[in-house]
């Protein structure tokens, strides 16, 4: 099946929910497969923090031929977030305004403003229906806000180790995140490096919400009782913060911790418990057992809110990042997904 890589344009002025105003954006997208002649044969997925477009890449396993999300029979499609930094407009993107990079100067962003622009896409698309919307993390939450913004165009979502609002313990690790950042002497700096070393701390300090105890256990234990320094722990938290550095930049980690703190189905809507109710779409929210940084409680608050919601949880060594790893228990998971038929419960 043919993957393409593209860019949708947007031209006007695009109002955030916090009151600052886009001069226009563009969105990368990648797709694979064919779309039907009724157009509403889509597979959407929304990805993680520092995901892009490509879910071919990160996400390879799941769009393979005989999975239950098997190109041959839907047209599966990504569009990088705005805020981010592989094609869409982001930090790094040049300021039409000021002929500049925006720099320190790009505005605050929302799930809810990330969700409106997808969705524009979608028109521009002709899309008139989405088979199944499905996202982790961060991605998760934009699953949810867009659940509630289209109600009527989404036929199923699988919101995945994500919840209705960020936790004060998920807001303390981004906060401690971006505190690393700031602490880069030179953050402030308009330069495409500024803050990378912070950056790379930072990372640090998201792994160890990403993954668990067990893990580094299992993982990084010496293989001797001689080491007094140099240990494999410690090598892999820099190398993690390099490997980001590489391919990411403390701007766009910046706008992004922070649209994921700023989560919250419930702004405007009476309560997370109101809004969460007014969701129609089929529902099979996915939890990790180990998860630390979205414990399956808070997948629970979502089943138990959502009208006709199925909970399934996935049993990983990974913590939250099990989403990103466990593939065979995931193509599990939808398949039972797609051939039940969905009836109020909290456990499968």
Known sequence: MLKTDQLFHFASEFELETGGILPGFQLKYTTLGQLNKERNNVIWICHALTGSSDFTDWWKDLFTEGSPFDPRNYFIICANTLGGCYGSTGPLSINPTTGSP?????PELTNRDIVRSF??????????????LLGGSLGGQQVL?????????????????????????????????????????????????????????????GMISFRTYDTFLQTQSEKTTD??????????????????????????????????DSHQVGRGRKSAEAALKLIQAKTWVIGIDSDLLFPVR???????????????????????????????????????????????????
């Open 102 to 106: 925006f720099f320190h100067s790009f």
């Open 119 to 132: 969705d524009l896409l979608r028109q521009h698309l002709g899309i008139s229906a989405i088979h199944t």
């Open 145 to 205: 806000e867009w659940a509630l913004l289209q109600p009527g165009i989404i036929e199923r979502i699988i919101p995945i180790a994500t919840n209705a609002f960020h936790s004060p313990w998920g807001i303390a690790f981004n906060e401690a995140q971006r505190m690393a950042i700031a602490a880069d002497a030179t953050w402030k700096e308009n330069d495409v490096r500024a803050g990378v070393d912070g950056m790379k701390a930072a990372r640090a300090i």
């Open 227 to 260: 080491k007094t320094d140099d240990f494999r722990a410690a090598s892999y938290q820099r190398y993690q913060g390099q490997k980001l550095a590489n391919r990411f930049n403390a701007f766009s980690y910046w706008i992004l911790t922070k649209v994921m």
């Open 298 to 348: 808070e997948q629970e608050f979502l089943v138990n809110h959502i009208p006709n919601a199925r909970l399934d949880i996935l049993t990983s060594l990974h913590g939250h990042d099990g989403f990103l790893v466990e593939f065979d228990q995931f193509k599990e998971s939808v398949r039972k997904f797609f051939k039940t038929e969905i009836k109020k419960s909290t456990f499968v």
